[in-house]
Structures are given as C-alpha cells and as structure tokens.
C-alpha cells in the first residue's frame, strides 16, 4: 500500500473513540450468533476489521474470522491483541472494493462503521454479494444519510 491514510494516522487511539467496551462487546456477539443462527462451521468476514473490536469476540469464541483492511496500523493494533493466540483469525491488508477472497466463500459478512469511507458503495456491495455463500448473512451497522442508506439498500 506504501501510503499513510486517515486510519493510519489514528490507530492508536481509535479503540479510545469507541462505545464497545468488551461486555458490550459480548452482547452484541451474542446477538448476531443469534440472528445468524451460527453452528461450528460458520466463518465471517469483516470488511475494514480496524483494529478487531467486532471480530475479536467471534475469534475467540473459536468461529473462523477473516479480517481485511487497508490500514496497516489499524491491522497493527489488532495483531497486538491477538499475537499468536488465534488461528482461527486470518488477516488480510487490502481494499474492500476489490477482496482477494474466492466466490461464496463466507457464511456472514459483518459491516460496521465503514461503508462510508469505500469510493464506490455499488462496487463493495457487489464484492459483499459475491463472496457470500448462497443465503448467507449481511449484516451491517452504520449511519447514512436517507439518500445514501436507500442506494446502499437497493
Ligand atoms: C470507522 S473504522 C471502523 C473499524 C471497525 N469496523 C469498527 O467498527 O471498529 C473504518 C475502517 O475502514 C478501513 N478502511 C477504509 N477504507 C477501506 C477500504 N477501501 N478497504 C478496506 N478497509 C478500509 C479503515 O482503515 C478503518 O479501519
């Protein structure tokens, strides 16, 4: 990537700016396991992970993760919390607008936060759509002005 982006550059106080405490953190994992009604074999996939706040909980609960972002010190601050502790996490820096994940490879697709900073939301929908196996999950967080939530909806 060899650039420094917005995310770069505030890292290390990101997880400082947040609400998601960890029993916070906890409920919502909850929920969504939930919602999406998860067995052993379910594996997600968090487009711009930042530094893990929503998948570190799933990791840990021993589900497969996959996390990507374009960030390399977003990634940094979660490879800290992880070192070598979970296997089941894999890491991947690069851009949600072109995911170098194979078709249908995904149960869930967790968006939080994020759909915002991508250039083409068309484009990351479709990639999302892509890698989703037939009838999997999208879930997604995040607030949008009326006329972006309805194209972002349709
Ligand atoms: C507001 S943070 C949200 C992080 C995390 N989802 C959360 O809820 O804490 C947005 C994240 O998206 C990442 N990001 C921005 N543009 C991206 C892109 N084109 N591809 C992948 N990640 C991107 C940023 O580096 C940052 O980590």
Known sequence: MGQLNYYDNIADIYDQSRWLNE????????????????????CFLEPGVGTGLNILPLAKRGYAVTGIDISSEMLSQLRQKVGNQAPNLTLIQGDASTLPLSDASFDVVLVVHMSHVVSSLEIFAAEIHRVLKPGGSFLCAQWLLPDARLKFEN
């Open 23 to 42: 029993a916070i953190a906890s409920e919502v994992t909850d929920f969504i396991l939930k919602l999406v009604k998860a067995n052993s074999e379910t």
